[in-house]
C-alpha cells in the first residue's frame, strides 16, 4: 500500500508538472516570433516606411504607404457593411430570436464563423469580381465583411443578453416605448462589450490575407480608386516575404512588426475596455 | 405597423443577410465548380493526378496533405493545450492567471501570414540544418522521415498549424473546465484523491464533450488555413509517406493558382476544391458546435 | 456504547477566508462511534469546521486554518490530506454522483483511485456498501446505469455508499439532507442512526428537529464561536448559555 501511495504521489507531481511545462512550450513560440519580429524589423522602420512609396527591386529604402492606406480603406469597407448587419442582426437575436428563425441565424452565423477565409476569397471573387470585370479594393472590402460579419454579430448577441431583464422592465414601466427602450437603454448599456468586440473583430480582419488573394490582388501604385486593384499590409508581406529579393524580405519583415502593432494595439484596448466592472450574471 | 413591428422586421432582414450569404456561398461554389464536377464526377477528389497542362485535375493529393497536416498539427496542438487548460484552472496562482490568459489570447491574434514569414526564415532553416538531418540519419529506415531535408513540407506545415490551433484549443477546453461545477472536484478530494486523480476522475469526465467540441473547432481552422501552409509546405501536388516531402493543401493550391489559372475547366476544378474544403470543415464545425452546445445538458444532479 | 475515548478534536482551531476570521477559537470533542450534531444559523462557520476536519477547508483558494486537529490524538496537519481523507469521508449538501460513471463505478470510484482492480472484488464491497446505505434494493438491478439517473434522495444515500467504500473511520455530513425531500431525509436519519455502530458521524444541520431526532452529542455555534457543547437532550432542555436557548427556541434573529 505505500508504494501504491508513493507512486500515486509521484504520477500527481509529474502530471502536474507536464501542465506547467505545455504551459511553458505553448509560450515559447510567442516569445520567438516576437524576438523575430523585433530584431528583424526594428530596423527599417522609420518615418520614410509610413510615407514613402515601395522601391523597385534592387534600390532600398522605401516604404509601404500605399499598403497601410490601402489596410485601412479596406477594413473601413469592411466594417461599414458588417456593424449595421452585426449590430441589428445581434440585436434581433437577442431581443426576438428565440423561435426557428433566431435559430437558424444563429446557425448560419457559426458556420459563416467556421468557413475558411481563402473560401470567401473564391466567393466575392466569383460574386463581385467576375460580374465588374476586374478586382477592387471593393471586392476586398466585401470579403473582409463577410468575416467580420458572424463575430460581430454573435458578440453582440451574447452583450445584449448580459443586460438584465430589470433594467428593461424599469424603462418599460417609465412608459418608455419598447423599441426606444432597446435602441436608448439596452443597447447602451451594452456599449463597452459590443465595442470590444468589434475592435476585436478589426483586430482579426486586419491582419487577414487569404481573401484580398483574389479580391484587391495587390497594387504596387498608389491608388484610392475603390474600383481599382488595391495594395494591403498582409498582401504585401505575403509578396515580399516570398519575393527572392533580398531587400524585399527585410520590407516584409518590417511590415510584419507595424502589422503586429496594429493587432497588439486593438487587442490591447479591447481588454482595457473589458476591465471596467461587469455586470454579474450568476446568482 | 407599429414601431416596435417595424423594428422587428428591419433587424430580422438584417439578420437574414447572414443566412442568405451562407447560402449563397455553397451555390456559388457549386455552380462555378459545376463544369468539372460533370467532367470528373465523383473521380474528382479520388484522382492521384493533377497536371493542369495536361488536363488532367485530380483533387486527391490536396485532400491528402490537408488531412493529413491538420491532424499532425492536433496530435501536436491536443496535449499542450488540454495542458495549458489544465494549468490555467486547477494549478496556476491567482494572480499569473489573467496575464498567461492574455499571452495566448495574443498568439491567436498573430495573423496567419506572419506566421508564415516566421515560418519561412526560422522554422524552415531550422528543420532543415538541424531537426530533419538528425531524423533522417537516426530514424530514417522508417518511411515516415525518408528523403532529403527540404526544410520546408509536411512537417513544417503540420507545426507551423500546431501553433495556430494551440490557443484555440487552449482557451475553449480551459472554458470548458471552468463549467465543472466545484462539487465535482470536492467529491473527488474527499475520496482520497490526488490533484490528478481529481483532473481525471471527476474534472475530464465531465467536459469530455466540450473537450472533443474544443478539438473539433481546432481541427475546423486547421483545414481551412491558408497562408501560413502555402508559405511553407513547398506546394508540390504529391502523396508521399514521408514528413519531409513537400505537399499541398486544398487552401494552398487555390491560392497559388488561382489568379493563373486559365481556361474554364480549371478554373472550375479549383472551385471544386474550394467546394470540397467548404463541405469538409462544414461538417466538422457542425460537429464542433454540437460537441461544445451539449456541455450545458449534463446531468446537473438535482 | 458510553466509554468511547475521543476520536476526533479541535484545539482553538482558527479558519479564514482571505481576511475574514470564520472560526473564532474553536476547541470541540468528537466522541468515538455516536453521532455529534452540529447547529447554529447560517453563516456561523459550522460548515467550515467540519471542512477543516478533512482539510478540505483550505482547498479553497485564499483558506486557511491554524490551531490543532487530532484524529486518534495525532495532529492532522502532519498528516498527508490525500490520506487523512480516506480515514475522513464527507458527504455534502448536493449529492455530488459523478454524472459519467455508472452506479457502481461511483461506489468504486475510490477503492480504484487505490489501484483496486480485482472486478468481483469491487462488486463485493460495492454490494456491501450499497447495503449500508440502504439503496441496494433500489438499485441492484441497474447497477450499470448512470447514478444521475437516480432520484435526489437515491443520489444522496449513494454518495454515503462512495463514501463508505474507502472504508473511513469518521464520516463528516454537510448538511446531507438539506437538498431532500421529508421521506428521503427520514431514510437518511435512519440511516444515521444505523451506521453509528461503526462510525464516528458529525452531522453539521440548519433542521434543529433532526439534530434533536439523530443525535447522541449536539453543539451550538454562532458567530463563529462554540457556544455550547454537550449530550443532545441536555442541550435541548436545560440549554447552559442564554444565546442557545433563544436560537432552540426560536427568539432567534
Given at each position: 500500500m505505500q508504494w501504491r501511495y508513493h507512486m500515486r504521489k509521484i504520477i500527481d507531481w509529474s502530471m502536474s508538472g507536464a501542465a506547467m511545462m505545455a504551459t511553458l512550450c505553448g509560450l515559447i513560440p510567442l516569445i520567438l516570433i516576437s524576438m523575430h519580429l523585433l530584431r528583424r524589423g526594428i530596423s527599417s522602420i522609420n518615418l520614410d516606411f509610413f510615407t514613402h512609396m515601395p522601391q523597385p527591386v534592387g534600390e532600398p529604402g522605401g516604404g509601404m504607404a500605399n499598403a497601410i492606406i490601402g489596410t485601412c480603406l479596406m477594413v473601413g469597407i469592411a466594417t461599414a457593411i458588417a456593424l449595421p448587419i452585426g449590430l441589428l442582426g445581434g440585436l434581433y437575436l437577442s431581443?426576438?430570436?428565440?423561435r426557428r428563425t433566431g435559430a437558424a441565424v444563429r446557425f448560419a452565423a457559426d458556420m459563416l464563423n467556421g468557413i475558411p477565409s481563402i473560401v470567401i476569397g473564391i466567393f466575392v471573387y466569383g460574386f463581385v469580381v467576375v460580374p465588374l470585370g476586374h478586382f477592387s479594393a471593393m471586392a476586398g472590402g466585401i470579403a473582409l465583411s463577410i468575416i467580420m460579419m458572424p463575430m460581430i454579430l454573435r458578440n453582440t448577441e451574447e452583450m445584449l443578453r448580459l443586460v438584465p431583464h430589470a433594467l428593461r422592465e424599469a424603462a418599460l414601466a417609465l412608459g418608455i416605448p419598447y423599441w426606444k427602450t432597446l435602441l436608448r437603454v439596452v443597447l447602451v448599456t451594452a456599449r463597452r462589450g459590443i465595442v470590444t468586440g468589434i475592435l476585436l473583430a478589426l483586430a482579426r480582419i486586419a491582419g487577414e490575407t487569404a481573401p484580398l488573394l483574389f479580391t484587391a490582388l495587390g497594387n504596387q501604385f498608389w491608388s484610392l480608386r475603390l474600383d481599382q486593384p488595391m495594395a494591403a499590409l498582409p498582401l504585401q508581406i505575403f509578396t515580399y516575404a516570398i519575393s527572392p529579393f533580398e531587400e524585399w524580405q527585410q520590407q516584409a519583415w518590417s511590415g510584419a512588426l507595424v502589422l503586429i502593432g496594429i493587432v497588439v494595439i486593438l487587442s490591447l484596448l479591447s481588454r482595457w475596455m473589458v476591465r471596467v466592472p461587469q455586470v454579474k450574471t450568476d446568482g | 405597423m407599429s414601431a416596435d413591428r417595424i423594428l422587428k422586421w428591419v433587424t430580422a432582414s438584417f439578420a437574414m443577410i447572414v443566412v442568405v450569404l451562407l447560402c449563397g456561398i455553397g451555390i456559388m461554389l457549386l455552380v462555378k465548380s459545376w463544369p468539372a464536377i460533370h467532367t470528373f464526377t465523383w473521380h474528382f477528389p479520388l484522382t492521384r493526378l493533377w497536371d493542369p497542362v495536361q488536363g488532367a485535375f485530380g483533387a486527391l493529393p490536396f485532400i491528402y496533405g490537408t488531412v493529413v497536416s491538420s491532424l499532425l498539427a492536433l496530435m501536436m496542438a491536443l496535449p499542450l493545450g488540454l495542458g495549458i487548460a489544465i494549468f490555467l484552472v486547477e494549478l496556476c496562482p491567482d494572480r499569473l492567471k489573467g496575464t498567461i490568459a492574455f499571452l495566448v489570447e495574443l498568439l491567436a491574434a498573430i495573423p496567419s501570414v506572419i506566421y508564415g514569414l516566421w515560418g519561412i526564415f526560422f522554422l524552415v532553416p531550422w528543420l532543415r540544418e538541424t531537426i530533419e538531418p538528425w531524423c533522417i540519419e537516426?530514424?530514417?529506415?522508417?518511411p515516415l522521415f525518408e528523403g532529403p531535408p527540404y526544410g520546408i513540407g509536411m512537417c513544417a506545415a503540420g507545426l507551423v498549424l500546431a501553433i495556430m490551433i494551440l490557443p484555440i484549443i487552449a482557451s475553449i477546453s480551459r472554458d470548458v473546465l471552468e463549467t465543472v461545477p466545484n462539487d465535482q472536484r470536492e467529491a473527488a478530494l474527499a475520496l482520497g484523491a490526488t490533484r490528478w486523480e481529481m483532473i481525471r476522475t471527476a474534472v475530464l469526465p465531465y467536459g469530455r464533450s466540450g473537450l472533443f467540441g474544443a478539438c473539433f473547432l481546432g481541427l475546423g481552422r486547421a483545414l481551412g488555413e491558408t497562408m501560413a501552409v502555402t508559405m511553407v509546405i513547398g506546394n508540390r501536388p504529391e502523396i508521399s509517406t514521408s514528413l519531409f516531402h513537400p505537399a499541398a493543401t486544398m487552401a494552398s493550391v487555390v491560392a497559388n493558382e488561382f489568379t493563373e489559372a486559365t481556361g474554364e475547366l480549371y478554373l472550375s476544378a479549383l472551385f471544386g476544391i474550394g467546394l470540397v474544403l467548404l463541405s469538409i470543415t462544414f461538417l466538422v464545425n457542425l460537429g464542433a458546435r454540437w460537441l461544445v452546445l451539449s456541455i450545458g445538458r449534463l446531468p446537473q444532479g438535482t | 456504547m458510553d466509554d468511547h475515548g475521543q476520536k476526533l478534536s479541535t484545539q482553538h482551531l482558527q479558519a479564514w477566508f482571505g481576511a475574514h476570521l470564520a472560526l473564532k477559537e474553536v476547541s470541540i470533542d468528537i466522541p468515538g462511534n455516536r453521532v455529534t450534531a452540529i447547529i447554529g444559523p447560517s453563516g456561523c462557520g459550522k460548515s467550515t469546521l467540519i471542512r477543516c476536519m478533512n482539510r478540505m477547508h483550505e482547498t479553497i483558494p485564499s483558506a486557511r486554518a491554524a490551531g490543532a486537529v487530532l484524529l486518534d490524538g495525532r495532529s492532522i496537519y502532519q498528516q498527508d490530506p490525500v490520506q487523512l481523507r480516506r480515514q475522513v469521508g464527507m458527504i455534502f449538501q448536493k449529492p455530488n454522483p459523478f454524472p459519467t460513471m455508472s452506479i457502481i463505478d461511483n461506489v468504486t470510484a475510490g477503492l480504484r483511485l487505490n489501484g483496486l482492480r480485482d472486478r468481483r472484488r469491487l462488486e463485493e464491497i460495492a454490494a456491501q456498501c450499497l447495503q449500508k446505505a440502504a439503496l441496494w434494493e433500489e438499485v441492484k438491478d441497474k447497477l450499470r446505469y448512470p447514478g444521475a439517473g437516480l432520484s435526489g434522495g437515491q443520489q444522496q444515500r449513494l454518495c454515503i455508499a462512495r463514501a463508505l467504500a474507502v472504508n473511513p473511520e469518521v464520516l463528516l455530513m454537510?448538511?446531507?439532507?438539506?437538498?431532500?425531500?421529508p421521506i428521503s431525509t427520514s431514510k437518511i436519519e435512519e440511516l444515521i442512526h444505523e451506521l453509528r455502530a461503526h462510525y464516528t458521524i458529525v452531522l453539521v444541520t440548519h433542521n434543529m428537529q433532526q439534530a434533536a431526532r439523530a443525535s447522541d452529542q449536539t453543539a451550538f455555534m454562532y458567530m463563529g464561536r462554540l457556544v455550547e457543547c454537550g449530550e443532545t437532550r441536555q442541550v435541548f432542555t436545560t440549554p447552559k448559555a442564554q444565546q442557545t436557548e433563544d436560537y432552540i427556541t426560536g427568539r432567534f434573529g
Amino acid at each position: 500500500m505505500q508504494w501504491r501511495y508513493h507512486m500515486r504521489k509521484i504520477i500527481d507531481w509529474s502530471m502536474s508538472g507536464a501542465a506547467m511545462m505545455a504551459t511553458l512550450c505553448g509560450l515559447i513560440p510567442l516569445i520567438l516570433i516576437s524576438m523575430h519580429l523585433l530584431r528583424r524589423g526594428i530596423s527599417s522602420i522609420n518615418l520614410d516606411f509610413f510615407t514613402h512609396m515601395p522601391q523597385p527591386v534592387g534600390e532600398p529604402g522605401g516604404g509601404m504607404a500605399n499598403a497601410i492606406i490601402g489596410t485601412c480603406l479596406m477594413v473601413g469597407i469592411a466594417t461599414a457593411i458588417a456593424l449595421p448587419i452585426g449590430l441589428l442582426g445581434g440585436l434581433y437575436l437577442s431581443e426576438f430570436g428565440e423561435r426557428r428563425t433566431g435559430a437558424a441565424v444563429r446557425f448560419a452565423a457559426d458556420m459563416l464563423n467556421g468557413i475558411p477565409s481563402i473560401v470567401i476569397g473564391i466567393f466575392v471573387y466569383g460574386f463581385v469580381v467576375v460580374p465588374l470585370g476586374h478586382f477592387s479594393a471593393m471586392a476586398g472590402g466585401i470579403a473582409l465583411s463577410i468575416i467580420m460579419m458572424p463575430m460581430i454579430l454573435r458578440n453582440t448577441e451574447e452583450m445584449l443578453r448580459l443586460v438584465p431583464h430589470a433594467l428593461r422592465e424599469a424603462a418599460l414601466a417609465l412608459g418608455i416605448p419598447y423599441w426606444k427602450t432597446l435602441l436608448r437603454v439596452v443597447l447602451v448599456t451594452a456599449r463597452r462589450g459590443i465595442v470590444t468586440g468589434i475592435l476585436l473583430a478589426l483586430a482579426r480582419i486586419a491582419g487577414e490575407t487569404a481573401p484580398l488573394l483574389f479580391t484587391a490582388l495587390g497594387n504596387q501604385f498608389w491608388s484610392l480608386r475603390l474600383d481599382q486593384p488595391m495594395a494591403a499590409l498582409p498582401l504585401q508581406i505575403f509578396t515580399y516575404a516570398i519575393s527572392p529579393f533580398e531587400e524585399w524580405q527585410q520590407q516584409a519583415w518590417s511590415g510584419a512588426l507595424v502589422l503586429i502593432g496594429i493587432v497588439v494595439i486593438l487587442s490591447l484596448l479591447s481588454r482595457w475596455m473589458v476591465r471596467v466592472p461587469q455586470v454579474k450574471t450568476d446568482g | 405597423m407599429s414601431a416596435d413591428r417595424i423594428l422587428k422586421w428591419v433587424t430580422a432582414s438584417f439578420a437574414m443577410i447572414v443566412v442568405v450569404l451562407l447560402c449563397g456561398i455553397g451555390i456559388m461554389l457549386l455552380v462555378k465548380s459545376w463544369p468539372a464536377i460533370h467532367t470528373f464526377t465523383w473521380h474528382f477528389p479520388l484522382t492521384r493526378l493533377w497536371d493542369p497542362v495536361q488536363g488532367a485535375f485530380g483533387a486527391l493529393p490536396f485532400i491528402y496533405g490537408t488531412v493529413v497536416s491538420s491532424l499532425l498539427a492536433l496530435m501536436m496542438a491536443l496535449p499542450l493545450g488540454l495542458g495549458i487548460a489544465i494549468f490555467l484552472v486547477e494549478l496556476c496562482p491567482d494572480r499569473l492567471k489573467g496575464t498567461i490568459a492574455f499571452l495566448v489570447e495574443l498568439l491567436a491574434a498573430i495573423p496567419s501570414v506572419i506566421y508564415g514569414l516566421w515560418g519561412i526564415f526560422f522554422l524552415v532553416p531550422w528543420l532543415r540544418e538541424t531537426i530533419e538531418p538528425w531524423c533522417i540519419e537516426h530514424l530514417g529506415v522508417v518511411p515516415l522521415f525518408e528523403g532529403p531535408p527540404y526544410g520546408i513540407g509536411m512537417c513544417a506545415a503540420g507545426l507551423v498549424l500546431a501553433i495556430m490551433i494551440l490557443p484555440i484549443i487552449a482557451s475553449i477546453s480551459r472554458d470548458v473546465l471552468e463549467t465543472v461545477p466545484n462539487d465535482q472536484r470536492e467529491a473527488a478530494l474527499a475520496l482520497g484523491a490526488t490533484r490528478w486523480e481529481m483532473i481525471r476522475t471527476a474534472v475530464l469526465p465531465y467536459g469530455r464533450s466540450g473537450l472533443f467540441g474544443a478539438c473539433f473547432l481546432g481541427l475546423g481552422r486547421a483545414l481551412g488555413e491558408t497562408m501560413a501552409v502555402t508559405m511553407v509546405i513547398g506546394n508540390r501536388p504529391e502523396i508521399s509517406t514521408s514528413l519531409f516531402h513537400p505537399a499541398a493543401t486544398m487552401a494552398s493550391v487555390v491560392a497559388n493558382e488561382f489568379t493563373e489559372a486559365t481556361g474554364e475547366l480549371y478554373l472550375s476544378a479549383l472551385f471544386g476544391i474550394g467546394l470540397v474544403l467548404l463541405s469538409i470543415t462544414f461538417l466538422v464545425n457542425l460537429g464542433a458546435r454540437w460537441l461544445v452546445l451539449s456541455i450545458g445538458r449534463l446531468p446537473q444532479g438535482t | 456504547m458510553d466509554d468511547h475515548g475521543q476520536k476526533l478534536s479541535t484545539q482553538h482551531l482558527q479558519a479564514w477566508f482571505g481576511a475574514h476570521l470564520a472560526l473564532k477559537e474553536v476547541s470541540i470533542d468528537i466522541p468515538g462511534n455516536r453521532v455529534t450534531a452540529i447547529i447554529g444559523p447560517s453563516g456561523c462557520g459550522k460548515s467550515t469546521l467540519i471542512r477543516c476536519m478533512n482539510r478540505m477547508h483550505e482547498t479553497i483558494p485564499s483558506a486557511r486554518a491554524a490551531g490543532a486537529v487530532l484524529l486518534d490524538g495525532r495532529s492532522i496537519y502532519q498528516q498527508d490530506p490525500v490520506q487523512l481523507r480516506r480515514q475522513v469521508g464527507m458527504i455534502f449538501q448536493k449529492p455530488n454522483p459523478f454524472p459519467t460513471m455508472s452506479i457502481i463505478d461511483n461506489v468504486t470510484a475510490g477503492l480504484r483511485l487505490n489501484g483496486l482492480r480485482d472486478r468481483r472484488r469491487l462488486e463485493e464491497i460495492a454490494a456491501q456498501c450499497l447495503q449500508k446505505a440502504a439503496l441496494w434494493e433500489e438499485v441492484k438491478d441497474k447497477l450499470r446505469y448512470p447514478g444521475a439517473g437516480l432520484s435526489g434522495g437515491q443520489q444522496q444515500r449513494l454518495c454515503i455508499a462512495r463514501a463508505l467504500a474507502v472504508n473511513p473511520e469518521v464520516l463528516l455530513m454537510d448538511e446531507p439532507c438539506s437538498a431532500l425531500d421529508p421521506i428521503s431525509t427520514s431514510k437518511i436519519e435512519e440511516l444515521i442512526h444505523e451506521l453509528r455502530a461503526h462510525y464516528t458521524i458529525v452531522l453539521v444541520t440548519h433542521n434543529m428537529q433532526q439534530a434533536a431526532r439523530a443525535s447522541d452529542q449536539t453543539a451550538f455555534m454562532y458567530m463563529g464561536r462554540l457556544v455550547e457543547c454537550g449530550e443532545t437532550r441536555q442541550v435541548f432542555t436545560t440549554p447552559k448559555a442564554q444565546q442557545t436557548e433563544d436560537y432552540i427556541t426560536g427568539r432567534f434573529g
